[in-house]
């Protein structure tokens, strides 16, 4: 078989990957933020905060679902052509960062302020969440179109149509953003711990539901990043650098296993929230359930889900019940 061959099957398998992570990524992200919007149970500043990041996601799917369509063309641009086609993608993947810290922050509020976390007006609390996420993500795309030039682009996509001094303090920033991240939730995590049970039920939920999600997503988004600073480090330059880079966080015409590997990690993290949260949370998994119930196979996941859920709650109130009794 010869390399062009090869290159071909490449490009299919990497463009089918895409497509096959759109259906399931889109499909999870638009329906939190259904469930959200239309069940009043569901709604809360943690919840909303996570139809932000779900909707920025839509966005980084989207355009990987564009990048898949150009991915047989082999056209080269001009950063100056490339980047404002992709400025909109390059906002969301930095917001998408600083959405997941602020998700973590949000727990430490509750945590640690939980007289002040009800009494502060939701809008007034998620605008002051937002706030730095659009401020970063908008810094850095005004930043991009300031240092445009006319230089050809391997790929376009966000490693390279950001000009290299953007891209660095790009690369750089969000390991940053993710380790700091990863800091503050290992530090929950060991709070939780400590305090066990006399945590609220609700942060408990909030703190269960996430503890997955966001551990994945900073595992899988950190991998490319961290690549990316690894080529610099051992001093990758030139051509070689931009093939490199360009497969670990978008697509790129590479016939190495690894490269495809770092694609796979970043649709995950792209996609993975919805299905993370359904598994972790009965209160999505019923509303879920609900809402597809006209679907047969989710009517009968729906009549099973509610037998466990009545059988868990009768051991638990007999467990409880056997307590109080040998107590006194």
């Known amino acids: 078989m010869d390399l062009a061959t090869l290159k071909f099957m490449n490009q299919l398998f990497i463009a089918s990957e895409i497509v096959l992570f759109n259906i399931f990524g889109l499909f999870g992200n638009f329906n939190l933020i259904y469930l959200t919007a239309t069940k009043s149970k569901l709604k809360s500043k943690s919840s909303y905060l996570q139809c932000a990041l779900c909707f920025s996601h839509i966005f980084c799917l989207l355009f990987e679902l564009l990048n898949a369509g150009l991915l047989f063309t082999g056209i080269q641009l001009k950063r100056s052509e490339c980047f404002p086609a992709i400025s909109i993608y390059i906002f969301f993947i930095c917001a998408q960062a600083l959405i997941i810290l602020m998700m973590t922050i949000d727990i430490f509020i ?155 990690f970043v649709l995950i993290s792209y996609s993975q929230f919805f299905y993370v949260v359904i598994w972790r949370s009965p209160e999505y998994r019923n509303a879920f359930f609900e809402t597809w119930s006209w679907i047969p196979c989710c009517m009968i996941l729906k009549e099973k889900h509610s037998k466990f859920t009545k059988i868990s709650t009768t051991a638990h109130s007999h467990q409880i019940n056997s307590i109080v009794l040998s107590a006194t």
Do not use: E
């Open 110 to 264: 509750i945590v640690f302020f939980p007289t002040f976390y009800p009494t502060i007006a939701t809008w007034k609390y998620l605008t002051g969440m937002i706030v730095v996420p659009v401020v970063y993500s908008s810094g850095v795309v005004i930043w991009g179109f300031v240092t445009m030039d006319d230089a050809i682009v391997m790929f376009c996509n966000p490693p390279l149509g950001l000009h290299p001094t953007v891209s660095r303090f790009w690369t750089f920033s969000s390991v940053v953003i993710n380790t700091i991240t990863l800091i503050l939730f290992i530090s929950l995590i060991f709070v939780f711990y400590c305090k066990g049970k006399k945590q609220k039920s609700d942060t408990r939920k909030i703190m269960k539901r996430l503890k997955v999600s966001i551990l994945f997503f900073i595992s899988t988004w950190c991998i490319g990043l961290l690549a990316a600073d690894l080529f610099l480090a051992i001093g990758l330059t030139g051509d070689t650098l931009n093939f490199m880079m360009s497969n670990l966080v978008s697509l790129g015409n590479s016939l190495i296993n690894i490269s495809d590997l770092q694609l796979f």
